[in-house]
């Protein structure tokens, strides 16, 4: 069964690096998403991409995030100067759209910032 | 806007005890209700999910029905067992077209002892 992988599964940081997280989502899908969940918070949305362009961005996502799909398979997420809040496990999500259709998720990348 | 109310965890029950989960949404439009579930140490599985009123949505022995009148999804299982214990998330997704991102729910943990 075809899966969303996502790698590294835990990346330990200084404040102010750069980190880059990534995704492979399901080969077939159109739809791109980014989501976090600080430790025992709730899932909350980050961004969305679709034809290779951002479609929804949430208020979490400043200029210091970025999306890119660099080609046909990857999906990444840069936090260009890590802060000690950004500390949160990230998930990767790929659906083939519409709002009645299901997200898969990854297995999620644990972000800590020191 | 959007948003998913969940009852407060966590919620511990004795093996093969019935199961009730609640969660209540306020949309704008008419959502695609789903339930997540978050092993330990594992990131977001689709549970199940229902796309229109009355809609059963069903796996593994869980249950929810959509419910328009009361704008409720809540969770249910006959009998639970060890095995279930995690995190369950209730989640919508707005059916407007395209690309639209999940909305969550806090989560409600469930820890089942034999």
């Known amino acids: 069964e075809p899966e969303v992988t996502q790698t590294p599964s835990h990346q330990v940081t200084q404040m102010g690096q750069e980190v880059i997280l990534r995704c492979v989502p399901i080969?077939?899908?159109?739809?791109f998403y980014w989501y976090r969940q600080i430790l025992g918070q709730k899932v909350e949305f980050l961004v969305s991409f679709y034809n290779n362009e951002i479609s929804e961005k949430s208020e979490i996502f400043d200029d210091q995030f970025s999306v890119e799909r660099p080609d046909g398979s990857n999906f990444t997420l840069k936090i260009r100067s890590t802060k000690l809040e950004d500390s949160a496990m990230y998930f990767c999500?790929?659906?083939?759209?519409?709002?009645?259709?299901?997200?898969?998720f990854g297995p999620g990348t644990r972000l800590t910032v020191l | 806007g959007n948003s998913v109310t969940q009852m407060e965890g966590p919620v511990t029950l004795s093996e093969e005890a019935f199961l009730t989960i609640n969660c209540t949404y306020t949309a704008t439009g008419y959502p695609s209700l789903f339930w997540y579930v978050q092993y330990p140490g594992e990131g977001l599985q689709l549970l199940l999910k229902?796309?229109?009123?009355?809609d059963k949505g069903s796996n593994k022995g869980f249950e929810a029905t959509y419910r328009k009148e009361t704008t409720s999804f809540h969770l249910e299982k006959g009998s639970v067992q060890v095995s279930d214990s995690a995190v369950y998330f209730c989640a919508l997704r707005d059916l407007r077209a395209g690309n639209t991102p999940l909305v969550f729910g806090k989560g409600t943990r469930l820890s089942v002892i034999a």
């Open positions: 080969s077939n899908h159109l739809y």
């Open positions: 229902a796309t229109k009123a009355d």
């Open positions: 999500a790929s659906g083939m759209g519409g709002g009645a259709t299901s997200s898969f």
